[in-house]
């Protein structure tokens, strides 16, 4: 129902800083909501931050106090601010979106974007 296109992963040392993007192929503002997921090799995919439609900004807890998560309805983006990286926060970050159209309920996600931090 939407199409998602990820970027800004990249390769920085420890204590540095990300911010990754996510492009919906349209508008967000309706959308129920949209998080942030990452697999590690060999680990599940884990839920890094989400804003659930009506809900209040939820974080793991690794992550708090170090990620925000935004998004700005007029570009269809959504945004994760990556802070004070440790260099187990290397993963494939991926964007979600739950969209509905009628009674079926949709899982988007986009195609990942690498992010590796060095010691």
């Known amino acids: 129902q939407v199409q998602l296109v990820e970027s800004g992963g990249g390769l920085v040392q420890a204590g540095g800083s990300l911010r990754l993007s996510c492009v919906a192929s349209r508008s967000i503002f309706s959308i129920n909501a949209m998080g942030w997921y990452r697999q590690a090799p060999g680990k599940q995919r884990e839920l890094v931050a989400i804003?659930?439609?009506?809900?209040?900004?939820m974080y793991a807890d690794s992550v708090k106090g170090r990620f925000t998560i935004s998004r700005d309805n007029a570009k269809n983006t959504m945004y994760l601010q990556m802070n004070s990286l440790k260099p187990e926060d290397t993963a494939v970050y991926y964007c979600?979106?739950?969209?509905?159209?009628?009674?079926?309920?949709?899982?988007?996600w986009g195609q990942g974007t690498q992010v590796t931090v060095s010691s």
């Open positions: 804003m659930p439609g009506g809900g209040r900004t």
């Open positions: 979600n979106a739950k969209t509905q159209t009628g009674l079926s309920q949709y899982d988007n």
